[in-house]
């Protein structure tokens, strides 16, 4: 049953903290100036830079493939249009649609998502053409904030900032300049391009002085509008530049009357939005880790063990009607075609890297790999790489896609960037060795120790993968391969010889002299397993190791017209033409899966229920497309055994 939605007037939309990944070195710069404190973090574990690990062939590359196509498609003369209309600068461009349109008050985000999608993909792949596209881009950027002068830039002109000052309706004129200087700021370090750190620092030179006027009374009620990640971005600047005063601008981004709550421990997060939200507590990791307050720490902690575990359904996505709307634990009457937005999963994916690179905790790679699978790859149409805003979760609903050119929403931007960097969090480092945290088949270049590595796997059709090891002399070091909870009877083999212990739970950490040529094998054996709801046993998804089953219901009554969302007009979010199916409940002996579903024989990931009148088809939430679909069934054991 369809809960009925909130008024979307507010339409605070999700937002994306900047893109760019934790930078180690960064990190480092900042503590060799004075803008770090003595007492800064150390991880745990250090992230590979992007153009270290190169995906091969199998559907996580396809996905990526998809992405580039998407992105390559699309003009920059259209995409810088009213930023040189407002900059009174001649353009003939079309002006693009949906949240891009010239009458839309957030006109602009998306070139900054494009900005960072690019050089992202260009740093994943090498592709010289996407790194070009973002050096124009940014170039032409740069010519635009010279002619509106002190810094400014944007597709819109500064009189929205006045409103926002004033208390006025304006949408969220913070949140589009994070997703601009984000872009900027991953031009730069990705992409090596140095004027984009000069426009990016004038932006900043212009928020500084917007800013200061401000007491923390009023600032506190500017920072009340949705700001995507501006800490983030900013604590990144000081990171990146050494420079004190940066930090300082940080931290009047920092949301206190929603740090103070999660610093106690506490979760109140009940009725917030919830990706105005997440960027901030990504600012708040930042801050920790740019400035190491400890306090920063435990608000980022808090909050993402609060949410990732008792306020996300079965994917790993959180949010309905892009709210938190009741206590923690409670959802099973939080099902609607408007769950889990997209950039939330963006964004819980950026936190948990952040919280992983703290602490090398097996279960934060497990809830990566989770979202991975259930939250991302299936958000983008393989057909033409249009994103998807929400997943819904509630029975008898379909994905509805975006139209390209005619959509442009937060998630069409977050999403373009996921696509553009889905190696990222496979392999992970510290100084004992390499992590292996996904699954997927690539190669590594752990260039600090001379060693590669290729993963070969066709994970999740089949549970082995091997590793091998490339090194022109013998190295002694960890390989360190994650044991996922959903595995039982997981084993191993180094060159044919079986361990004589069995891995458990958490990572198996082999520490050994590796020479060339070696290789390591892993067997995760999948089983079926239940994934319900926190407060009502009898609603529960299906999962098969870390994939969320979805049950095909056929594409009755749907359509082109009512598949794809189609133009979206100005502060619109997408909303379905037609009414979800419903299924009905299915009666078990059992709550155990195993018992009323079967994995079909052959290579393919379909599985069937047994022992029902209509027999149901489910595989992989991520590979159904323009159909209808079921996550959760309301499994009813019989009350009395006969
Ligand atoms: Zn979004």
Redesign the pocket.
């Known amino acids: 049953m369809s809960r009925p939605l909130p008024r979307r007037s507010f339409l605070a ?2 937002a ?1 903290a900047a893109a760019s990944p934790l930078l180690p070195r960064a990190l480092r710069a900042a503590h060799s100036t004075t803008a770090a404190p003595p007492d800064a973090p150390l991880l745990a574990a250090e992230p590979f830079d992007l153009g270290a690990v190169r995906l091969t062939d199998g559907p996580v590359r396809d996905a990526l493939e998809v992405n580039r196509r998407f992105l390559l498609a699309l003009d920059p003369e259209r995409l810088l249009h009213m930023f040189r209309v407002t900059a009174g600068l001649p353009s003939t461009a079309e002006p693009l649609g949906g949240w891009e349109a010239p009458e839309n008050e957030l006109r602009g985000h998306y070139t900054g998502h494009y900005l960072s999608a690019c050089a992202l993909l260009a740093a994943q792949t090498g592709d010289p053409q996407l790194r070009a596209r973002g050096a124009l881009l940014a170039a032409e950027l740069g010519k635009c904030q010279a002619a509106n002068g002190r810094g400014y830039l944007s597709a819109f002109p500064e009189e929205l900032f006045d409103r926002l000052r004033a208390g006025q309706p304006a949408w969220a004129p913070f949140y589009t300049l994070h997703k601009i200087m984000a872009g900027l700021l991953d031009t730069h370090t990705l992409s090596g391009d140095p004027g984009a750190l000069t426009t990016l620092t004038g932006m900043a030179g212009w928020i500084e002085r917007w800013v200061e006027p401000l007491d923390d009374a009023r600032m506190a009620r500017v920072i009340e509008r949705e700001y995507g990640g501006m800490n983030e971005l900013l604590y990144n600047l000081a990171a990146l530049t050494g420079e004190a005063r940066w930090r300082a601008l940080a931290q009047r981004f920092d949301r206190e009357r929603i740090f103070a709550p999660l610093a106690a421990g506490r979760d109140e997060l009940q009725g917030l939005h919830v ?1 105005t939200t997440i960027p901030q507590i990504i600012g708040a990791a930042r801050g920790f880790e740019v400035a190491g307050d400890p306090r920063l720490r435990a608000v980022a902690e808090t909050f993402w063990h609060t949410v990732a575990e008792r306020r996300c359904y079965c994917t790993g996505g959180t949010s309905n009607g892009e709210s938190w709307n009741t206590p923690p634990g409670v959802l099973a009457h939080e099902l609607s075609g408007y769950t889990e ?4 999963t963006y964004n819980m994916q950026k936190l948990t890297r952040h919280l992983f690179c703290w602490t090398a905790d097996a279960r934060l790679a497990d809830y990566y790999e989770r979202t991975f699978y259930n939250g991302i790859l299936g958000v983008q149409h393989p057909a033409d790489g249009d994103k998807l ?1 929400y997943l819904p979760l509630e029975s008898g609903y379909w994905k509805l896609f975006g139209t390209p050119l005619k959509d442009f ?3 069409t931007g ?1 999403m373009s960037e996921s696509f553009a960097k889905l190696g990222d969090s496979i392999y992970f480092h510290d100084a004992d060795g390499v992590y292996v945290n996904l699954y997927v088949p690539s190669e590594l270049d752990w260039a600090g120790r001379g060693v590669r590595f290729t993963q070969e796997t066709r994970f999740p059709e089949e549970d082995t993968l091997r590793i091998t090891v490339h090194a022109a002399r013998p190295q002694r070091f960890a390989l360190k391969v994650r044991i996922p909870y959903w595995t039982h009877g997981a084993s191993a083999t180094v060159n044919g010889r079986t361990l004589t212990t069995a891995p458990r739970e958490g990572y198996l950490a082999l520490e050994r002299r590796w020479a060339d040529g070696d290789v390591l094998t892993v067997r995760l054996p999948m089983r079926l397993h239940a994934a319900a709801m926190p407060d009502d046993a009898s609603i529960q998804a299906v999962m098969y190791g870390p994939l969320v089953l979805a049950a095909r219901l056929g594409s009755a009554g749907l359509s082109s017209a009512n598949l794809r969302a189609g133009p979206t007009p100005p502060r619109k979010v997408p909303e379905y033409q037609g009414e979800p199916l419903p299924v009905a409940p299915i009666v078990v002996r059992s709550r155990d899966p195993s018992s009323w579903v079967r994995r079909e024989p052959g290579g393919a990931l379909e599985f069937r229920t047994v022992g029902h009148a209509r027999a149901l088809t489910l595989v992989p939430l991520n590979r159904v497309f323009d159909e209808r679909y079921a996550v959760y069934f309301r499994v009813n054991e019989p009350t009395t055994s006969t």
Do not use: D, P
């Open positions: 939309i999700s994306l990706n937005e997209s950039c939330v805003y929403w937060c998630c977050s």
